[in-house]
C-alpha cells in the first residue's frame, strides 16, 4: 500500500488537500478497511473510510444480505483483480480544526483486516506530511514620486510649492494666512531692503539657499519666484503704489544678484496697499472700536477718506494703536513663494500601476511590471507581493527581507509573515 499528498491549496477559510492512495488486491477469502486520517500532535480529523474486498469475502457477505443479516452489508470496492488508486480531495475548515494553520500535518492510513479465521487489529501505515502554510496577507502601500531635491527641500520649507499649486495674485487673498509664504520687512515709506533688518536676514538666506540647491539639481527646477509687493494704508494710495511696485523689485534685484538668472524666473505683482490683510488682522483682534473699523473699511470706497475716517475715531486713540503695533508689518514686500517642478518620476509611476493590478488580483501582470524597474529600492516589496502570489515564495521572502533592510516597513510585516 502507498499514499501520497498531491497538493495543499488555500480555500475560502480552510485548506483543500489532494491526495492518493492505492488499494492492493486481498486474497479471495480476505478483506480489509481503510482510513485515512490526517494527524497532528495529539489532534485527529478522520475521512471516510474504504472497505476492500477479495472476490470470495464478498461473495459471502452478498450471500447474507440476501439471507437477512441485517448486520451485513453491501461490499463498498472489491478490486478487479490488481491494485488499484482512489484519489481524493479533502476540505479542513479552519474554524472547525483551527489547530491545522500553521502547522506541519500527517496524512496517513489506518488499515485493519479481517480473514476467514482471524482479525487484525487496526494498524497505521504509509503516512505522508504536508504544511498547512499560515495565510499571506501582503501589506504594500503607494511610492511617493521622486520630486528631486525640490521636493526634498519643500518638506521643511513650506514656502516651496510644486508649480500645480500655482495662484495668480488677486486684491482678495489673505496672504498673512497663507501657510508657508516669506515675507521681507522694509522702514516706513523706503523701498530699500535692508539684509539686518527685522527677521530679513534669516528670510533672505532662506531663499537664497533653496533657490540655489534646486538650480543645482538636475532632477527638478524653479519654475517661478512669486513676489506681492504690499504697502501699509498710511499715507496717500498713489505713494503707497509705488511702494509696493518698488518693495517687490527690490526684493527681486537682491535674488537675481545672488543666483544669476534672469527677470523670467520672477513674477512681481503689486499688492499696494494692504487694505485685505489689515482688515483680517483687525477682525481677528480685540481693539477697542473693531466694529467700527471694519465698518468703515467696508463701506468706504475711497482708500484716502477711509483713513481719514480711521484717524479721527475715538479720537485718534485708535488710530494710534493700529499704527503702533498691526500697521508695522504691512511695511514689508508681502508674500514670496518659490514654485518648483521635477522631472517626472517614470518608475514611481510603474510601481504604483503594478500596485493597483496586485489589489485586482492581476498578479503575473504585476509581475511583469515590476520586472521593468526591479533595480529601484522602491519596487522591492511589491515585487516580493508579486513572486509570493504568482508561487516563487523564496524570492519573494528575499525582496521583503531587501526592502526592509532599507526601512520599508511594509516589507518587514510581509517577511515576518512568511519567516
Not at 363 to 387: K, S
Amino acid at each position: 500500500m502507498s499514499l501520497r499528498v498531491d497538493g495543499v491549496e488555500r480555500e475560502g477559510n480552510g485548506y483543500r488537500v489532494r491526495y492518493s492512495f492505492t488499494l492492493p488486491q486481498p486474497a479471495s477469502d480476505y478483506s480489509y478497511q481503510v482510513t485515512p486520517l490526517f494527524t497532528c500532535g495529539t489532534d485527529t480529523i478522520f475521512e471516510e473510510s474504504v472497505t476492500v474486498r477479495g472476490k470470495l469475502n464478498a461473495k459471502k457477505l452478498r450471500r447474507r444480505v440476501v439471507l437477512g443479516d441485517r448486520n451485513a452489508t453491501v461490499p463498498s470496492y472489491v478490486p478487479s483483480g490488481i491494485d488499484s488508486v482512489i484519489t481524493r480531495t479533502a476540505y479542513l475548515p479552519t474554524d472547525r480544526y483551527p489547530w491545522v494553520v500553521g502547522s506541519t500535518l500527517q496524512l496517513c492510513t489506518s488499515v485493519e483486516g479481517e480473514g476467514c479465521c482471524e482479525v487484525s487489529p487496526a494498524v497505521v501505515l504509509c503516512c505522508d506530511s504536508f504544511l498547512c502554510e499560515r495565510p499571506f496577507h501582503p501589506v504594500f502601500s503607494p511610492v511617493e514620486d521622486n520630486t528631486g531635491k525640490a521636493g526634498e527641500l519643500q518638506r521643511n520649507n513650506p514656502v516651496l510649492q510644486h508649480i500645480s499649486q500655482y495662484r495668480p495674485y488677486d486684491s482678495s487673498r489673505i496672504l498673512r494666512k497663507e501657510e508657508g509664504a516669506l515675507y521681507v520687512f522694509f522702514p516706513l515709506d523706503k523701498w530699500t531692503l535692508l539684509h539686518d533688518f527685522r527677521d530679513n536676514a534669516a528670510t533672505l538666506d532662506t531663499i537664497v539657499s533653496i533657490t540655489r540647491q534646486i538650480m543645482a539639481d538636475s532632477t527638478s527646477s524653479v519654475k517661478l519666484i512669486q513676489i506681492i509687493g504690499l504697502a501699509s494704508p498710511e499715507g496717500s494710495v498713489k505713494r503707497n503704489n509705488l511702494l509696493g511696485q518698488n518693495r517687490a523689485a527690490a526684493l527681486r534685484d537682491y535674488i537675481k544678484q545672488r543666483v544669476k538668472t534672469g527677470n523670467a524666473m520672477f513674477e512681481l505683482c503689486n499688492g499696494g496697499e494692504a487694505w485685505t490683510e489689515l482688515r483680517d488682522q483687525i477682525a481677528d483682534s480685540n481693539i477697542e472700536g473693531r466694529d467700527q473699523l471694519l465698518n468703515i473699511i467696508d463701506t468706504e470706497k475711497n482708500p484716502d477718506e477711509r483713513e481719514r475716517k480711521m484717524k479721527r475715531l475715538n479720537r485718534g486713540k485708535t488710530y494710534k494703536y493700529l499704527k503702533d503695533n498691526v500697521l508695522s508689518d504691512q511695511r514689508n514686500s508681502g508674500y514670496i513663494r518659490i514654485y518648483y517642478d521635477y522631472v517626472p518620476d517614470s518608475a514611481a509611476a510603474v510601481i504604483n500601476r503594478a500596485s493597483e493590478l496586485l489589489r485586482e488580483e492581476r498578479y503575473a501582470e504585476a509581475l511583469t511590471m515590476l520586472r521593468t524597474v526591479e533595480q529601484d529600492e522602491r519596487a522591492q516589496n511589491a515585487l516580493g507581493v508579486a513572486l509570493y502570489m504568482t508561487g516563487d515564495k523564496q524570492e519573494a521572502l528575499c525582496r521583503f527581507r531587501r526592502a526592509a533592510a532599507s526601512g520599508n516597513e511594509d516589507a518587514r510585516r510581509n517577511a515576518e509573515q512568511l519567516e
